[in-house]
């Protein structure tokens, strides 16, 4: 089980990517703060009406709509914090992930069972954030159950206009 958390995201078109990202790796919901999100959606009709997008107060509070054993893992550029390529990802995970024009707040921080952060210069936007730990997750924990693999992966992930062959 793995849920997203997006702290006060500003930018429909990064959040709208987040939702692809969900569906590709298989995630099983989003979780966000704040109100810039949803005066930003107005203007973007690609990530209306999503099941798997809930607004919450507090992503803590969201933890806790949860199963008790759900780690809560921050995603910062955080002194101290594990660099995702050491980091071994809980089995059951609420990863949060910070505004793109700021960090994840202090009280979230101190409550989380892990800080991870990818080892970059400079940071990335939130999307491509998302991305890199739910592919990191999927490499080193394996395709999620009754996830197809391989060719038959392919065939069903690629667009109908790809008929490629090695």
Do not use: W
């Amino acid at each position: 089980m793995v849920y997203l958390g997006l702290e006060n995201p500003k930018d429909a078109g990064n959040v709208g990517s987040v939702l692809r990202a969900l569906g590709c790796y298989q995630a099983d919901g989003i979780f966000y703060t704040g109100s810039r999100y949803d005066r930003a959606v107005k203007h973007s009709p690609d990530t209306r009406n999503v099941a798997q997008i809930a607004h919450v107060d507090s992503l803590l509070m969201a933890k806790d709509r949860l199963p008790e054993h759900t780690s809560l893992i921050c995603v910062e550029l955080v002194i101290g914090a594990t660099s995702l390529p050491d980091f071994k990802h809980p089995e059951h995970a609420l990863y949060v992930f910070g505004p793109e024009d700021g960090s994840i707040s202090q009280d979230i921080v101190r409550a989380a069972d892990e800080v991870v952060y990818i080892p970059t210069v400079g940071c990335m936007n939130l999307a491509a954030t998302v991305n890199v730990v739910l592919y990191d997750r999927l490499a080193k924990l394996g395709p999620v159950k009754g996830i197809k693999s391989g060719d038959e992966l392919i065939k069903s992930s690629r667009d109908n206009r790809n008929r490629l062959r090695l």
